[in-house]
């Protein structure tokens, strides 16, 4: 089997409220992550979630929190009694421990919390901001709220009601969310596949193609050579949208991005957001000396076209 045919098989993952199949050999990059939203006004709130371990064992929850307070303990503080930016670190529970933090390096009342919490094979952190005349304790009983209401789903498929970020689902009664999950993989890397999703818009900025066409004269500018392979309508994740698709060079190096965008005709919703996703190949991607795309415009695009049409509401997330 080459490496292009390779490319064909595919698994599924779990992103939001949807579901994606990808090449097997792509994994969710440790940059991910969800804001979960609470309150539609102006004073919402925010939790962000992001992944430390997807699966498996390693690393152990105490590993990654030795870490994380070591780096914290590193950092000086100029007015708090240790002169450290760690403020507290206390375990909840076997699977669950809180480390806070000060927000900056003159100040003793602004904090940021943070809860690792391991929910079966997958370890999670959740991050917060203590603010003026807010107690933590508050605030970390939030986090801890909304760790209760974060579970393990093994099976993507089944994952049931809530939001993916890989295996943990979030139903913790938020308001809005938004994802910006990324993905790699090490036979290709070059290649970076990423997907954006927002319930919280309430208006359109004229979609994709009209974005481009309005910025094309500033990107003309910059001296990037570039053709478009393909632009026009597209269905993602079962709604109207947009795509475009083109190639160039930077310096020397065989370059493609590929972009597709829903069109957001009303208020987003946990099932209608507005989409976005966007596979990326070639350049500086992955080294300072860059490289050329893994695949050819052909290979490509027939990978391009069977990602984006298996994006789908997943049953039962909602």
């Not at 929910?119 to 801890?144: Q, T, W």
């Not at 009209?210 to 709604?239: C, E, I, P, Y």
Request: charged share 25%; aromatic share 6%.
């Amino acid at each position: 089997m080459n490496k292009t045919e390779s490319a064909h098989d595919t698994r599924t993952h779990c992103v939001g409220r949807f579901l994606i199949d990808l090449p097997a050999d792509f994994e969710q990059t440790k940059g991910s992550d969800a804001d979960l939203i609470y309150g539609l006004g102006k004073d919402f709130r925010s939790v962000k979630v992001q992944v430390l371990r997807a699966e498996g064992s390693q690393p152990s929850l105490d590993s990654l929190v030795k870490t994380r307070s070591a780096e914290l303990s590193s950092q000086d503080h100029l007015k708090s009694a240790s002169k450290s930016m760690l403020a507290m670190l206390r375990r909840v529970n076997d699977s669950a421990v809180l480390i806070r933090s000060y927000d900056s390096p003159d100040m003793l009342n602004y904090f940021k919390a943070e809860l690792f919490a391991e929910k079966n094979g997958s370890i999670g952190v959740f991050k917060d901001e203590v603010h003026k005349n807010e107690r933590p304790e508050d605030i970390e009983d939030k986090l801890l709220r909304v760790a209760e209401r974060t579970s393990f789903a093994p099976d993507v498929n089944q994952a049931g009601r809530g939001t993916c970020l890989g295996h943990l689902l979030m139903n913790a009664g938020q308001d809005g969310e938004i994802l910006m999950v990324s993905f790699r993989a090490k036979r290709w890397p070059d290649v970076l596949i990423q997907l954006d999703m927002n319930s919280m818009l309430t208006k359109s900025d004229g979609g994709l193609l009209t974005r481009w066409d309005r910025n094309a004269g500033a990107l003309n500018k910059l001296d990037f050579q570039s053709s478009t392979l393909r632009r026009g309508k597209v269905t993602v994740g079962g709604m109207p949208g947009e795509e475009l698709l083109s190639k160039g060079k930077d310096r020397g190096h065989v370059v493609r991005s590929f972009t597709a965008e829903s069109l957001l005709l009303k208020p987003a919703t946990f099932s209608t957001p507005s989409l976005a996703i966007s596979m990326n190949m070639g350049g500086q991607l992955d080294s300072p000396e860059g490289r050329d795309a893994s695949w050819t415009d052909d290979e490509a695009q027939a990978i391009w076209g069977a990602i984006v049409k298996s994006l789908r509401l997943r049953p039962g997330a909602l």
